[in-house]
Nanobody, 115 residues
Framework: QVQLVESGGGLVQSGGSLRLSCAVS????????MGWYRQAPGKQRELVGR???????NYAGSVKGRFTISRDNAKNTVYLQMNSLKPEDTAVYYC?????????WGQGTQVTVSS
């Protein structure tokens, strides 16, 4: 089992920044991909950014150049730095990892961007 706990969400003005954290615990051996997704009210969950199994990163076009995913292996933590936030970035943000055919999700953290 893998447990994911997100933190760092909140209310920010348009143009501001936030950094989300995802602490990964449990049986982490075998994790091959990790990243961030988001879900806005009335919309489907979508990819924000992720590390692939090959170690590369990819981002949704809407956040490219503004958001950066990073990780600290010593702390088993994945981060999402979000800059130049826009009201359309308002959503619940979820951490996600993939291990041996199973996808694990955190509980989500709310990000609200006011105009």
């Amino acid at each position: 089992q893998v447990q994911l706990v997100e933190s760092g969400g909140g209310l920010v003005q348009s143009g501001g920044s936030l950094r989300l954290s995802c602490a990964v615990s449990g049986s982490i051996f075998g994790i091959t991909a990790m990243g961030w997704y988001r879900q806005a009210p009335g919309k489907q969950r979508e990819l924000v950014g992720r590390f692939t199994s090959g170690g590369t990163t990819n981002y949704a076009g809407s956040v490219k150049g503004r958001f950066t995913i990073s990780r600290d292996n010593a702390k088993n933590t994945v981060y999402l730095q979000m800059n130049s936030l826009k009201p359309e970035d308002t959503a619940v943000y979820y951490c996600n990892v993939y291990k041996w055919g199973t996808t694990y999700w955190g509980q989500g953290t709310q990000v609200t961007v006011s105009s």
